[in-house]
């Protein structure tokens, strides 16, 4: 499994940006794709996580209502979209893949529970 994160930069505060994950090497349809965020110093934390083929969805709260987790079958990527951007969401945006839990109604938030990473995007949001 090959998860590919793009589409990072630098921003201004209230600005968008969308993250891409481009994941190859196998299917995915019993998979779900997470993005996780790690600030220097801190530890990484999960942003929001969505199954592969759609429907259950998953947000952490200080990005809910201002970030969009979507998937695109066809194009094998799954994508984040950022609105309304604060310095606080500075940070390296990694994507993650995991089979747990398919079978049940429930997305992990938990780094240790996602077994395929990608190298990670830096999104910078200046005030």
């Known amino acids: 499994v090959q998860l590919q994160a793009s589409g990072g930069g630098t921003v201004q505060a209230g600005g968008s940006q969308r993250l891409s994950c481009a994941a190859s090497?196998?299917?995915?349809?019993?998979?779900?794709i997470a993005w996780f965020r790690q600030a220097p110093g801190k530890e990484r934390e999960f942003v929001a996580t969505?199954?592969?083929?759609?429907?259950?969805?998953y947000y952490a709260d200080p990005v809910k209502d201002r970030f969009t987790i979507s998937s695109d079958t066809a194009k094998n990527t799954v994508y984040l979209q950022m609105n309304s951007l604060k310095p606080e969401d500075t940070a390296v945006y990694y994507c993650?893949?995991?089979?747990?839990?398919?079978?049940?109604?429930?997305?992990?938030?938990?780094?240790?529970?996602?077994?395929?990473w990608g190298q990670g995007t830096q999104v910078t949001v200046s005030s």
């Open positions: 969505t199954r592969w083929t759609g429907g259950l969805k």
């Open positions: 090497g196998r299917t995915f349809n019993r998979y779900a």
């Open positions: 993650a893949a995991t089979q747990a839990y398919y079978s049940f109604s429930y997305l992990s938030p938990y780094p240790y529970e996602y077994d395929y």
